[in-house]
């Protein structure tokens, strides 16, 4: 009998500091608006020289921590959460447990800058895009002539990616939804498809990857954070957290450029282990803020900060590297949308819809969570140590 106390205490202790991670996961923009703050009180007790930065616009406020190192040093680590607003609540996990984590705690010559929220009416109301249904992933062009870009492979699809009447969720919407999927890549080629749908269009409004006809109010806010932060770093490196895309509980890197010559390759030095949009069966896309960012603190600091890289944190959830996945997350993306512009009549199928766009952004698994927070760890580590060079 007294082994079984022992034990028992023992148990559920060790169940206890299983459950701390998920701690970290909310759902609310609230709460995770709230958990940032005192995340910020965290890094101020730790570093009191730790600054908040607030941008406040029609849509709310974006908030930043810029938390520098114990020495004084020229090396800046930059994380966005929330590029894409309903991914802001895993991004916003993953920032404010690495505020806890020991090893970036005692960091010794690396500052940190963390961007929550990037698009923080995508957040409140649990959608990919803004307020003007603009993927701002789409919307960072440095050519403003891509506004007018040539969307005739969109404009194709348009009327099967965006259709107009009421949305409806069950087996027959489901089934036709595959039925013309299957179709439409008998016809076109699954990688045209990918490549006509996902680089970003500039033609629909109320279309999926739409990146706008004029800039957001987000660009005023790199602007702010080049001037006041980044100014006087040499070695920045930025990582930009997403969830959708890839294999099921699998940390993808992503570099939307070419691999050769790509200083990326010093810092994950491992075969393979970064996915490049000139890959094969990859995608590059236009107007992708991450890639945006990088060029203006090369313009803007004119050079003075010359080994700025980047690199997107995916976190996959739906295996949409198979074609399967692709097409389902394809599904929930086009019924999210459809029932945002067409909403549902009937009360069930609209929040089965939500239900579904939000779980392929937002799993609630408990098991994906910790697997994504492991990988995380284990990458930001090695780009500390490129850091510290």
């Known amino acids: 009998m007294k082994k079984i106390i022992l034990i028992l205490p023992l148990f559920f202790g060790l169940r206890l500091l299983a459950a701390d991670f998920n701690d970290y996961f909310k759902n609310t923009f609230d ?40 020495k004084k040093t020229d090396k800046l680590l930059i994380l966005f959460s929330g590029t ?21 705690q005692n960091r010794e010559d690396v500052n940190i800058l963390m961007v929550h929220g990037f698009n923080v009416y995508g957040f409140k109301n649990k959608r990919r895009v803004n307020e003007n249904n603009i993927d701002l992933n789409r919307n960072f062009v440095t050519d403003r002539s891509t506004w007018q870009s040539d969307d005739s ?36 080629g699954l990688e045209n498809l990918r490549n006509a749908i996902l680089r970003g269009q500039y033609t629909y409004p109320q279309g999926l990857y739409y990146g706008g006809n004029m800039i957001a109010r987000q660009w005023d806010l790199l602007n702010e954070l080049i001037d006041k932060y980044v100014a006087g770093h040499a070695k920045v490196f930025v990582i930009d957290l997403h969830t959708g895309y890839g294999k099921r509980g699998k940390l993808h890197l992503l570099a939307n450029g070419k691999k050769e010559g790509n200083p990326l390759t010093e810092v994950f030095t491992e075969q393979n282990e970064i996915d490049y949009g000139s890959d ?9 803020m991450l890639t945006f960012f990088i060029h203006e603190i090369n313009y803007k600091l004119k050079d003075k900060a ?23 997350s ?31 952004f937002f799993p609630s ?19 500390l140590n490129w850091l510290s060079k």
């Open 31 to 70: 709460e995770a608006d709230q958990a940032f703050d005192q995340s910020f009180e965290t890094v101020k007790k730790l570093q009191p020289l730790a600054q908040k930065h607030e941008f406040t616009f029609e849509q709310g406020t974006i908030k930043s921590i810029y938390w520098p190192a114990k």
């Open 84 to 104: 894409h607003g309903i991914e802001a609540f895993v991004g916003s996990s993953v920032q404010r447990w690495l505020v806890d984590q020991a090893y970036v």
């Open 153 to 188: 492979g969109y404009k194709k699809l348009n009327d099967y990616l965006n259709p107009t009447d009421d949305a409806t969720y069950g087996f027959w919407a489901n089934a036709k939804f595959m039925w013309n999927a299957v179709s439409k890549m008998v016809r076109h």
């Open 280 to 288: 094969e069966k990859f995608y590059s896309i236009q107007g992708e």
């Open 306 to 328: 010359p080994k700025s890289v980047g690199i997107t944190f995916e976190y996959g959830t739906l295996d949409s590297q198979k074609t399967t996945g692709s097409i389902e």
């Open 330 to 360: 394809l599904r929930r993306m086009v019924f999210e949308n459809q029932n945002f512009w067409h909403p549902a009549k009937d009360a069930q199928d609209a929040e089965k819809i939500k239900n579904d766009f939000q779980e392929m």
């Open 365 to 383: 698994d408990r098991e994906w969570r910790k697997t994504i927070l492991d990988q995380t760890e284990e990458k930001t580590k090695k780009i």
